[in-house]
């Protein structure tokens, strides 16, 4: 489990702050973020010739997968902070 390897120092930080769930949710959102940006800027490049200014159709789906996955996360969260609360 490499991950747990590569992002200690993440991990360690967010579920000292919210606990082992939501903290590693938060690391998940994070890296989902990050893959956002890189995915945006591969977008810069690869226009859309039918959509001057926009990415290409494929860009397109997987920065809309990538925001509704971050959604659905973030929906996760809420709902462990709220069910710790009672």
């Given at each position: ?83 710790a609360k009672r």
């Open positions: 489990m490499a991950v747990f390897d590569e992002k200690r120092d993440e991990l360690e930080r967010y579920e000292t702050m919210m606990g082992i769930s939501r903290g590693r949710l938060a690391v998940t959102l994070d890296s989902i973020t990050d893959a956002m940006a890189l995915v945006g800027q591969h977008g810069v490049y690869c226009q859309s010739q039918r959509w001057p200014g926009k990415p290409v159709m494929d860009i397109q789906m997987v920065m809309k997968s990538l925001d509704d996955a971050k959604v659905l996360i973030q929906s996760v969260m809420e709902e462990l902070k709220q069910a």
